[in-house]
């Protein structure tokens, strides 16, 4: 009879880690799947980039974007793929000063880990952004995380786009060593790149 009811304790231990690992699971789901919500408003003419600014294509996912001479551009895939150049990559990513964007491009397998799927804790929402990539208006939901202890600030926007891709990005700052103007700066350039962004036919 003991040794039952040890049976019937093990397996109920197993089935609450199993119930509590799910439970964390789904939560962490749903905040990234927050992050995918975008609304499309109306079509806007080209912004034309700053001149010295320099021409990124991608031959393989069949899009293009500018950005300002310096700016890091690597492959992101994750896969086999890895070390191809950028250009021929599923993911690519940006990186600049207190930001970084990446495009998973739309002839990619699903399963590819391109984008962040496990943010952690902390999170709490941010204010919803219209920013336009190509010549399309997208609302986008996000979230961000800011410790007043250290002056640490992190958001993160996720928008899929009519296009098929999908792209996600990121302002990171240390307010005891940045300013808040520089947050401001690192998401004007982050909107100023994406609304570069173009599909190539």
């Not at 040890?6 to 927050?34: D, E, P, R």
């Not at 500018?66 to 940006?94: F, H, W, Y």
């Not at 302002?171 to 004007?188: E, P, R, S």
């Amino acid at each position: 009879m003991g040794s039952i009811i040890v049976v019937i304790l093990i397996g109920l231990a197993f089935w609450a880690g199993f119930y509590y690992q799910n439970k964390i699971k789904v939560a962490k789901s749903k905040v990234i799947n927050q992050q995918k919500t975008s609304a499309i408003e109306v079509t806007k003419p080209v912004v034309k980039a700053p001149n010295d600014w320099k021409t990124f294509e991608n031959s393989a996912q069949k899009y293009s974007f500018r950005s300002p001479a310096g700016t890091s551009i690597l492959n992101a895939d994750t896969t086999e793929k890895q070390k191809q150049p950028a250009k021929l990559s599923n993911c690519v990513k940006i990186t600049v000063k207190n930001a970084t964007i990446v495009i998973a491009g739309k002839f990619i397998d699903d399963n590819t880990p391109c984008l962040r799927n496990d943010l952690g804790n902390g999170w709490q929402d941010a204010p919803r952004e219209k920013i336009m990539i190509g010549q399309i208006d997208y609302e986008v939901s996000g979230i961000k995380k800011e410790l007043a202890s250290t002056g640490y600030y992190e958001d993160y926007y996720r928008v899929n786009l009519v296009s098929g891709e999908e792209i996600e990005y990121s302002v990171l700052v240390n307010k005891q060593y940045n300013n808040l103007d520089d947050i401001d700066q690192a998401k004007n350039l982050v909107h100023q790149i994406l609304e570069n962004f173009s599909v190539i036919k």
